[in-house]
C-alpha cells in the first residue's frame, strides 16, 4: 500500500510540473550550450509530416551545469532534426525528484527521461557498482574508451531489463582528497588519517587498505567537522568541493582521482520503443554531440575551480599515472575488485577493464 501511495504521489507532482509547461507554451530559454559546436549542418528531413501529432518529451534534470548546458543542447538537436516532430520540456535542477526517485519515475512512465548519478541506482542495476570501484581508470582518457567501446555500449544496452533505454553516460566526474596535513600524492601521505567517506562498502574498504581511518558522517556536518578538526580529510568531486566551499578549511586539494562517477541518461523503454525510426536516429545525433559537448564543458569548469583554489591559496597536487598506479596496486594487492565483482551481475565486465 505504501509503495501505491508513493507513486501516486510522485505522478501528481510531476503531472503538476508538466501542466504548468504546457501552459506556459515556451520550449525553454536556450543557455551557453545554444549554438555550441555540432549544432551546425545539413537540414533534415522531418520525422513526420503535417498532420502528425507531435510528441513530448518531459526531461529531468540534475543541478550540474554542465549537465544542464548539455541538455539543452541535446533538446536543441533533437527538435531541429525532427523538424518539430519532438518537443522536449526540461526540467533541471532536480525539479521533479531526486535522481533516484526520477528514475524510478521514469520506469513507471510519469516522466520520459531522467538524469542520475550511477551511484543511488546500483540497487536497480547491479553493473553499476563498475563505477565504485577506485582506481579502476587512472584517467579520463580511459574512462571515455570504456563508455564509447562496445563494453560500454553494453552496460547501456542492459539497461533494457529494468525498463528504461540507456541513452548517454555523461560527466559527473572523479573523486578527490583534500586535507590540511600534506600534500598527498602516495598512500603512505593518507595513512591514519581520519577521512571522511560515504557509508559505501567499497569506499570503506578501500580507505582502510591504504592505511587511513575512514569515517561515514552526514554530509553536512563535513564542512564543520574538517574547520574543527573532529576529521582531517574528505574525498569528492571539484565541483563539490567548490560548492560547499570545502577549500576555505582545506590547505591541499589533491588529484587523486580515485574513484569516477558518471552521470546516466535514461528514457522510460516503452516511449523509446514508440518513436519513429526518424526520431530515434535523431536522439541518436543529439546523444553523440551533446555527450562530447559536455565532457568538453566539464573539463572547462575543473579547469576553473582549479584555477579559483589555486587564487585562494589552496596548494593543488597533480598526481601522475604512476603515482596514481601506487594506490591502483593496494586496491589490487587487498582484492578490493573483487568485493565489486560479487556485486555484479557482470563481473567479466570488471575484469576485461582491468587487462586492458
Known amino acids: 500500500m505504501k ?87 526540461l526540467f533541471p535542477d532536480n525539479m521533479l525528484a531526486d535522481d533516484r526517485v526520477a528514475v524510478e519515475t521514469t520506469q513507471f512512465g510519469d516522466i520520459d527521461m531522467a538524469t542520475s548519478s550511477t551511484s543511488p541506482l546500483c540497487t536497480m542495476y547491479a553493473d553499476f557498482y563498475l563505477f565504485d570501484s577506485p582506481y579502476l581508470f587512472l584517467n579520463k582518457q580511459e574512462v571515455y574508451d570504456y563508455i564509447d567501446s562496445d563494453l560500454g555500449k ?7 531489463s529494468v525498463g528504461l533505454k540507456g541513452m548517454m553516460l555523461w560527466e559527473n566526474g572523479f573523486r578527490n582528497f583534500t586535507n590540511n596535513k600534506v600534500a598527498a600524492s602516495s598512500p603512505d601521505d593518507v595513512k591514519g588519517m581520519k577521512v571522511r567517506t560515504m557509508e559505501n562498502e567499497v569506499h570503506l574498504a578501500a580507505w582502510k587498505a591504504f592505511g587511513a581511518n575512514p569515517t561515514p558522517m552526514a554530509f553536512a556536518e563535513v564542512f564543520t567537522a574538517l574547520q574543527q578538526g573532529t576529521i582531517d580529510a574528505q574525498e569528492n568531486p571539484l565541483g563539490i568541493i567548490d560548492a560547499n566551499k570545502f577549500q576555505e578549511v582545506q590547505k591541499y586539494v589533491s588529484q587523486t582521482q580515485h574513484v569516477y562517477t558518471p552521470y546516466i541518461i535514461v528514457m522510460n523503454l516503452d516511449k523509446w520503443n514508440s518513436l519513429t525510426p526518424e526520431q530515434q536516429a535523431a536522439m ?62 557482470h563481473p567479466e565486465w570488471l575484469d576485461e577493464i582491468l587487462a586492458r
Open 284 to 345: 541518436e545525433k543529439a546523444n553523440k554531440e551533446a555527450t562530447d559537448f559536455q565532457r568538453k564543458r566539464s573539463q572547462e569548469i575543473e579547469d576553473e575551480i582549479l584555477t579559483s583554489f589555486e587564487a585562494q591559496g589552496v596548494t593543488v597536487v597533480n598526481l601522475t599515472d604512476a603515482e596514481k598506479s601506487a594506490f591502483q596496486k593496494v586496491i589490487q594487492d587487498n582484492n578490493i575488485f573483487d568485493i565489486v565483482k560479487d556485486k555484479m551481475s
Open 154 to 160: 553494453q552496460m547501456l544496452d542492459g539497461m533494457e
Open 3 to 89: 509503495k501505491s501511495v508513493k507513486r501516486i504521489s510522485i505522478t501528481l507532482a510531476a503531472i503538476m510540473a508538466l501542466s504548468l509547461t504546457a501552459c506556459g507554451g515556451g520550449s525553454g530559454s536556450g543557455g551557453s550550450a545554444s549554438g555550441s559546436a555540432g549544432t551546425e549542418g545539413t537540414a533534415s528531413t522531418p520525422a513526420t509530416t503535417s498532420g502528425d501529432e507531435v510528441v513530448k518529451i518531459s526531461f529531468a534534470g540534475v543541478t550540474s551545469s554542465s549537465a544542464k548546458e548539455a541538455s539543452e543542447l541535446w533538446k536543441e538537436i533533437v527538435e531541429r532534426e525532427t523538424g518539430g516532430s519532438v518537443k522536449i520540456d
